[in-house]
């Protein structure tokens, strides 16, 4: 059943909360009277379509009905998700929570995107204060997973895990603050760095580029990955945490920052940022630099995805729900037709996947079709546990043919039978498609080999069982077109 998600205000942070939603499958309902909204809207979620599903290595589910509104009322009617992102003025946030409360589902969760205002600013004079949270976002909204989730004591335990559970299904990471300050958290490190840095233009120590460049090519890395105190526990050495502290402490004793202190905002310092910031990034346009993130974002994420660490074990985890509701999550005994080709990719191909000529490269399409033999032995009981036992498959041949092409965010899916197998032999035929239009199509023959031996040997029993179910269900299958087909042979 696909559930609904209220978005009012649909400027940056707001059109990145609808891509969030949409993308995951929500149905999403648009306020906001500005009468560009939906084209901005539009253009957000140009952005997110091309970046977002290549985060994962399955399928986003469909997506969602997107729809604009002219009331307040209408758009809530129906959500059980609701997010505020209206202008940071507290009169204009207390109006919009009354209009949204005289006409929503009193058990849907109201989200407020605020960078600064405490959860207790936002439900004075609330028809039901319990109801409101902050559910503050770090932009893009649909790339990056953080979401600081602050809560007063008015707000219902029930609620707030309501809350948490909806941001983890969409692929967020609800970072629950129990007590309320001014700016949260992570916003309170921003302003500091921001104010240092002021101060080191303004003081001529380095232009905007050059303190970009020493955020991006040194800590800011580190901190993608690690945060700030891991960061410095392992800069301890192998006495951690209390050797940094007893070697670097002092310095806080030491004039390094201006931290409580604030350049004025006089035109010249105005103008000397924004020049420097024209000479640093003014060739290319909003856009491009907004695709240009994204594609980094991606790269960075994907990346830590493969250590399963950071923001990237958020993908895998999402990715698992992702493959246990759908096809992709079936064991062999959930198959009651063995004899049909069987799903075992279901993804969408990453910005990362393509090359000079926009299409996917080479590599990628073996990546592709390993995976798919990959999930077709986690299939028949070639998991990690019976490789951590002694046995596996190692590919002998491969052969892949390239059909037609396909390009940075084609969903694709890959189908697969088995033209032989049992014994040591499995022989595997794919067929990659988008749509109906077929890709390409490849060509596996495996070997079943001891991990000790490196020898060829016998599947297990069960594993060979499970193999010849499918073999012997569609050995009668029409020969797949190009089966054994050699480099040159025609077409």
């Known amino acids: 059943m696909t559930q609904t998600a209220a978005i009012i205000g649909g400027g940056v942070i707001g059109g990145g909360w609808a891509a969030r939603f949409l993308l995951n499958g929500w149905d999403v309902r648009v306020f906001d009277p500005d009468p560009e909204a939906a084209r901005k809207i539009g253009d957000v979620l140009a952005n997110a379509r091309r970046s ?10 469909p997506e969602g009905q997107l729809s604009f509104h002219d009331t307040i009322a209408e758009a809530v009617t129906g959500a059980i998700w609701i997010q505020e992102s209206v202008p940071e003025r507290l009169q204009i946030k207390h109006d919009s929570f009354a209009a949204i409360q005289r006409a929503c ?18 439900q004075q004079n609330a028809q ?11 932009n893009p909204v649909y790339l990056l997973p953080l ?32 007590k309320e300050i001014d700016a949260h958290v992570a916003d309170r490190f921003l302003e500091a760095v921001w104010r240092e840095a002021l101060w080191l233009v303004k003081d001529g ?75 640093q990034s003014g060739h290319h346009t909003i856009r491009e630099l907004e695709r240009i993130r994204d594609n980094n974002l991606v790269a960075m994420m994907r990346a830590l995805k493969t250590q399963d660490w950071g923001a990237g074990a958020l993908l895998g985890a999402q990715e698992k729900a992702i493959r246990q509701g759908s096809e992709l999550g079936q064991t062999a005994g959930d198959i009651r037709d063995p004899a049909a080709p069987v799903l075992t990719v279901h993804r969408a191909v990453p910005l990362d996947w393509t090359d000079y000529n926009g299409h996917m490269n080479e590599a990628k399409y073996l990546q592709a079709f390993g995976d798919a033999t ?32 396909v390009n940075a965010g084609a969903l694709i899916e890959i189908r697969t039978r088995v033209l032989g ?18 890709l390409a199509t490849g060509e596996h023959f495996l070997l079943h080999v001891s991990l000790e031996t490196r020898r060829a040997c016998d599947a297990s029993p069960a594993l060979d ?19 054994g087909r050699s480099i040159g042979a025609p077409r």
């Open 147 to 178: 979401v600081e989730v602050v809560s007063t004591a008015q707000n219902p335990s029930e609620l707030i895990e309501t809350a948490k559970g909806i941001l983890s299904r969409v692929g967020m990471h609800p970072l629950h603050l129990k």
């Open 52 to 61: 977002l599903p290549g985060l994962l290595d399955v399928a986003l589910p």
């Open 205 to 279: 120590i380095a232009t905007t580029e050059e303190i970009d460049d020493a955020i991006r090519y040194g800590f800011g890395i580190r901190w993608a990955q690690m945060g700030l105190f891991e960061t410095y526990r392992v800069a301890g050495g192998e006495a951690g945490m209390k050797h940094f502290m007893a070697q670097f402490g002092p310095a806080l004793q030491w004039p390094w920052t201006k931290l409580m202190d604030v350049p004025e905002f006089t035109e010249e310092l105005v103008d000397l940022i924004a020049g420097q910031s024209d000479a």
């Open 128 to 138: 039901d204060r319990g109801q409101i949270l902050v559910c503050h976002p770090f």
């Open 105 to 122: 589902d009193p058990r849907a969760v109201i989200g407020s995107s605020t960078s600064g205002f405490k959860p207790s600013q936002l």
């Open 465 to 483: 069982a499970a193999l010849r179910r499918f073999a012997d269900a569609q050995a009668d299958l029409s020969p797949p077109d190009g089966a």
């Open 374 to 405: 990959d999930r077709f032995m986690e299939l028949i009981g070639c998991d990690a546990a019976y490789i951590a036992s002694g046995g596996s498959y190692f590919t002998a041949e491969t052969h892949i043919r390239h059909i037609d092409e």
């Open 421 to 438: 197998g049992g014994g040591k032999k499995m022989h595997l035929w794919h067929e990659m498609y988008e749509g109906a239009r077929l």
